[in-house]
């Protein structure tokens, strides 16, 4: 199987953004892409000590964080829809994040993931 660099490091190697630039990314992504229970914690309907029984059961169960917080009855399945709803519609992916800090344009984002991932395609037909 061949292995491929991420996304980040592909335009690295090509010399279209600098490793600085990766990180600050993901520091971007990582302050929007907020879970579930933070933002529950942020609403008051969970708190520190809900969180990490939530996070040991779905540890052992794999189960996901709001099943468990249902049934645990921490939160309703209202709650949940409203926490999954806000978390898919604000989520950030790497490339919108790169364009936000202005490494890259959106439009070379577009260009080079299209590439990356032909090239990525081209070499498991091998």
């Known amino acids: 199987m061949n292995s491929r660099p991420r996304f980040g490091q592909y335009l690295v190697e090509k010399g279209l953004i600098t490793t600085d630039a990766v990180i600050s990314a993901r520091l971007v992504q990582i302050r929007n892409n907020r879970m579930m229970g933070e933002r529950a ?9 809900n969180i990490l029984r939530i996070l040991a059961i779905q540890e052992e169960t794999h189960e996901k964080f709001g ?3 249902i049934r645990e009855k921490y939160l309703t399945k209202e709650q949940t829809d409203q926490l999954l709803k806000e978390q898919n519609d604000s989520y950030m992916y790497f490339g ?8 890259i344009s959106y439009d ?5 993931l299209k590439e990356y991932t032909d090239s990525f395609l081209r070499r498991q037909s091998e």
């Open 96 to 103: 919108e994040a790169l364009a936000k800090i202005e490494a």
């Open 67 to 69: 099943e468990i917080a």
């Open 108 to 112: 070379e984002v577009i260009k080079q």
């Open 41 to 49: 914690k942020d609403r008051g309907w969970l708190t520190d000590d």
